[in-house]
T-cell receptor, first 112, second 111 residues
Framework: NAGVTQTPKFQVLKTGQSMTLQCAQDMNHEYMSWYRQDPGMGLRLIHYSVGAGITDQGEVPNGYNVSRSTTEDFPLRLLSAAPSQTSVYFC???????????FGPGTRLLVL | RKEVEQDPGPFNVPEGATVAFNCTYSNSASQSFFWYRQDCRKEPKLLMSVYSSGNEDGRFTAQLNRASQYISLLIRDSKLSDSATYLCVVNNRNTGNQFYFGTGTSLTVIP
């Protein structure tokens, strides 16, 4: 049982490049979400999903797309990277209504 | 206005001390409350849930005051291993089960 996994751990992009951050969980959780964490800002919700085929926007969705074709996977796509997207990205999952969110180890992204 | 507000600290306390963290939340419809712990450059992990009746887990005590929209965490007999950032988190299932995180309070326990 690997829990929540994220790849890559680190990434450097140039402005305008696109990329996909991968997130997978093997706990059969319905609820998955993406957060970004910036100094002094706390974790902010980007997008979330309550099940396969269902996604919705969080607090800071602009510049990011998500899809949820399977229960296990919830990739986050940066369409055209900008320096303002430099951050640490965490994926999390839980059973819907469950109190505990399980976080992946994070992806550190630097956009030059 | 932020959903959750915390004093960022830092709190620097000696081993064995008692330390308390507070947080306030703005949405009176919030339904669930938590404290998460985050070690440097690691992912957040659930420390404990917070119930209206208050709850205790070893050296940690959490309390909720719904009328004042205020959550607290008390750590007794601080250990060096308690050094971390403590995140106050609220959840509102009416808004798609969204979790709102405070910016965190930094604690360093000094030998």
């Amino acid at each position: 049982n690997a829990g929540v996994t994220q790849t890559p751990k680190f990434q450097v992009l140039k402005t305008g490049q696109s990329m996909t951050l991968q997130c997978a969980q093997d706990m059969n959780h319905e609820y998955m979400s993406w957060y970004r964490q910036d100094p002094g800002m706390g974790l902010r919700l980007i997008h979330y999903s309550v099940g396969a085929g269902i996604t919705d926007q969080g607090e800071v969705p602009n510049g990011y797309n998500v899809s949820r074709s399977t229960t296990e996977d919830f990739p986050l796509r940066l369409l055209s990277a900008a320096p303002s997207q430099t951050s640490v990205y965490f994926c999390a999952s839980s059973w819907f209504g469950e109190e505990t969110q399980y976080f992946g180890p994070g992806t550190r992204l630097l956009v030059l | 206005r932020k959903e959750v507000e915390q004093d960022p600290g830092p709190f620097n306390v000696p081993e064995g001390a008692t330390v308390a963290f507070n947080c306030t939340y703005s949405n009176s419809a919030s339904q669930s409350f938590f404290w998460y712990r985050q070690d440097c450059r690691k992912e957040p992990k659930l420390l404990m849930s917070v119930y209206s009746s208050g709850n205790e887990d070893g050296r940690f005590t959490a309390q909720l005051n719904r009328a004042s929209q205020y959550i607290s965490l008390l750590i007794r007999d601080s250990k060096l291993s308690d050094s971390a950032t403590y995140l106050c988190v609220v959840n509102n299932r009416n808004t798609g089960n969204q979790f709102y995180f405070g910016t965190g309070t930094s604690l360093t326990v000094i030998p």
